[in-house]
DNA sequence: GCGACAG
DNA sequence: ATCTTGTCGC
């Protein structure tokens, strides 16, 4: 798929900050998707002493989740992990690999968070806005925010929340297991985010999405 | 100032 | 994220 270039990846935290002040100004989060027909999930894995990042990209048919296309794209670091910043380590790799697609996915579930963050603008909602597709966080710890305790059963959620507002759920993907942490990445609200969630998730806590791509950037 | 902190 | 074996529990 084609992928337009937005803005030059930064040397500092300012310019950090900046690109995630000017842009997050763009998320939309309301639902913008056309019928869902493939579900990519995406995943980056380091190696070599941190000096190397692998993105996997994993398309699958939707509703049945079957694999359809895979790719996987191999670049030198160019980003410490920081807390906040997460997505100027992950995203160029994981452009680089969605370049690499036949099928454009409709849409794609991302291993972090979306607008649950600091600025309200986490990986989710980079890697939607610079591929223009919508985009889903699904994190699987808690980054901020405050929630109530979440009931046992498979598809129980609470609203997660930050300075008065709500910024996600967390979701209960599987009966009696550690929940998800659910949020916009774009072009799609909350609501329908938690219903792919889940119905990406039938069997394992995980999405079957994301379990693809964990495994294909470890291999 | 101190601690916490997506992957 | 990554380093790493077996093991407890549904």
Request: glycine residues 6%; negative net charge; aromatic residues 8%.
């Amino acid at each position: 798929m084609k992928i337009e270039e937005r803005h030059p990846f930064p040397q500092t935290i300012d310019e950090a900050i900046a690109i995630q002040e000017n842009l997050r100004g763009e998320i939309i989060t309301t639902d913008q998707l056309s019928t869902v027909q493939y579900v990519a999930g995406v995943d980056v894995g380091f190696a070599e002493n941190d000096t190397l990042s692998v993105a996997a990209v994993a398309v699958l048919s939707f509703p049945d989740l079957e694999l359809q296309e895979k790719a996987i794209a191999k670049r030198t670091t160019t980003f410490p992990y920081l807390p906040g910043f997460l997505s100027f380590r992950e995203v160029p790799a994981v452009l680089e690999a969605l370049a690499q697609l036949t099928i454009a996915p409709d849409l794609i579930l991302c291993d972090g968070q979306g607008i649950a963050h600091p600025r309200r603008f986490g990986l989710a909602c980079h890697l939607g806005l610079l591929a223009n597709v919508p985009t889903i966080g699904v994190a699987k710890s808690l980054y901020i925010g405050e929630h109530e305790e979440v009931s046992p059963e498979r598809g129980s959620w609470q609203a997660l929340w930050d300075e008065g507002e709500v910024i996600g759920a967390v979701l209960r993907s599987q009966t009696n297991i550690k929940p998800l942490y659910i949020s916009i990445g774009h072009c799609i609200s909350l609501s329908t985010a938690i219903d792919y969630v889940l119905r990406c998730a039938p069997k394992y806590r995980l999405p079957e999405t994301t379990r693809w791509a964990d495994k294909l950037a470890s291999e």
